[in-house]
């Protein structure tokens, strides 16, 4: 093989390389979009063990729901506090929605996410329940600007999915946590605290007809 057959093989090599890269990359990109299916079974309730009887924190926890669905108002600190203890125990899902700096403004980006969720929420399996959207910051800023960014955000997430599907305004309840539920604390600035996490907090007695 002549020196120039030799240099034409590594470039050749080199650029197959790079396409498989490339094509590695695009495939992880696209798997790591949540899809409808991939939020419904995230959000879809555990079934419930015949015979096992409701707690009395249960039914305080759904009479404190029914006090909050359908507010337009921010909820107060001891209402968001009390939320986060309900969702721990939640079927949930984060969302990575993507916004422009400093603004609550959904960029197109976020859209085909949003539309999964959409789709997701209105199915018939989701029916009749309450679901949080719970709008998180990453850590740069003060507390106080967080706080109202996130809530500005959660805000806009809901407003989209019942323009677009029409979903029944109560059964969208949200919440801003700022930077205090940090997903990867040992990243603070990471994009990945940057989210949006749905809960379905409640499932109403008629959905399980």
Request: a positive charge; zero cysteines.
């Amino acid at each position: 093989m002549t020196r120039w057959q030799k240099i034409g093989a590594t470039l050749a090599t080199l650029l197959l390389a790079g396409a498989l890269v490339t094509t590695t990359t695009q495939s992880s990109s696209a798997q790591g979009r949540a899809t409808e299916t991939d939020i419904l079974n995230a959000l879809k309730p555990t079934p419930k063990t015949r015979g096992l009887t409701t707690t009395p924190k249960q039914i305080q926890d759904q009479q404190f729901l029914q006090t909050i669905r359908g507010k337009t108002r921010a909820l107060t600190l001891d209402e968001r506090t009390k939320v986060a203890d309900i969702a721990k125990e939640k079927q949930k899902i984060d969302l990575e929605v993507y916004f422009d700096y400093n603004s609550a403004e959904i960029v197109q980006r976020a859209v085909p996410d949003l539309m999964e969720l959409g789709k997701a929420l209105s199915n018939p399996e989701l029916k009749g329940g309450t679901f949080l959207l719970g709008g998180h910051t990453d850590a740069k800023g003060g507390e106080e600007y967080n706080q109202k960014l996130s809530e500005r955000r959660a805000s806009a997430v809901k407003k989209f999915l019942l323009e677009k599907f029409q979903l029944p305004e109560d059964t969208l309840v949200t919440a801003g946590y700022g930077k205090e539920q940090l997903k990867k604390p040992d990243a603070p600035f990471a994009a990945e605290n940057r989210r949006v996490q749905i809960v379905n907090l409640e499932v109403k007695q008629s959905a399980q007809k």
